[in-house]
């Protein structure tokens, strides 16, 4: 069906996209390489010196005092001022009225 030249630029094309993961990218390191534990290095103990510590100097500031003046005291307005209304003065003359209770 396909001649033997497309057939062997096929095989060709195939042998190079399987073999393209392989080569790529390694930087001739070889397989596996970066995937290695990180070495921690052990230090020797600890560290002596045979001298005397320096002193340890606390400065303290004097603590500001702030005086205030006491609040101001307020007092809640007085309530309004309201007057009866004024009655109108009685006629002068007698003045007759019945005060008998209507049991």
Known sequence: MFGKGVVGAGVAVLALALAAPAVAGDKGRGHGHGHHKHKHHHDDGPVVIYQQAPPVVV?????????????????????????????????????????????
């Open 59 to 103: 400065v303290q500031r004097p603590r500001t005092i702030v005086v205030a003046p006491p609040p101001r005291v307020m007092y809640a307005p007085p309530p309004p001022v309201v007057y009866a209304p004024m009655m109108p003065a009685p006629e002068p003359g007698l003045s007759i009225q019945m005060n008998v209770p209507l049991r």
